[in-house]
Each structure stands twice: as C-alpha cells, then as structure tokens.
C-alpha cells in the first residue's frame, strides 16, 4: 500500500499547487491509481475544473504541465465545460474517481 500513497500524495501536492495558483478548484483523481490497479509505469490522472484555467486550450495545457514536476497528467475543464460534458455522458472515465 506504500506505494499507493506515495502516488496519492503526489496527486494531492499537485491538488494543492494547483488551488495556490488558481484558487478557486475542483480535483479529481480517476484512472489507474484511483481504481488501485496502477503499476510502477502509471502516471497519475487528474481532472482540475476551474473558472480561473486559461481559455486557450494550449495555453490550459501548458499551464497545468507548468505546475508538474512528476507524473502527473492534468485536464482541465471550466465548470460549465465539466456540466456539459457530464451532461452528455462524456466524462464517463470519471467513474470511480476520488475527489482531492
């Protein structure tokens, strides 16, 4: 389980780096490390949801590398992004996630 919570840790110190830099947002943690069925190659898959992100998709991109030092792999939506896509059914990947 060690190596579990290392993983959660380090999403939760992104989550952190994240909320410092935007202030107002929500992360999810979904994927492999979320289910516990990780390996030693996975990367860490979050979802920020924020009014504050970049409206330019490269830019939202660039942005959340920018907070990585590790193996993170961040989206970022916009909260009436986040309500659309659930609204269709898009986000469906998010089942089983963990909100940090």
């Known amino acids: 389980m060690a190596a579990w919570e290392a993983l959660l840790e380090e999403a939760r110190a992104y989550a952190a780096r994240v909320r410092a830099t935007l202030g107002e947002a929500r992360v999810y943690l979904y994927g492999s ?13 979050l979802l920020v949801v924020s009014p504050h992100l970049p409206k330019d998709p490269l830019e939202r991109f660039l942005f959340l590398q920018g907070l990585n030092p590790g193996r993170v792999e ?4 916009t909260p009436e992004e986040f309500a659309q896509a659930m609204a269709k059914g898009a986000l469906w990947w998010l089942e089983g996630a963990l909100e940090l």
């Open 74 to 77: 961040a989206k970022g939506l």
């Open 33 to 45: 490390v979320a289910r516990g069925s990780f390996n030693l190659e996975s990367d860490i898959d």
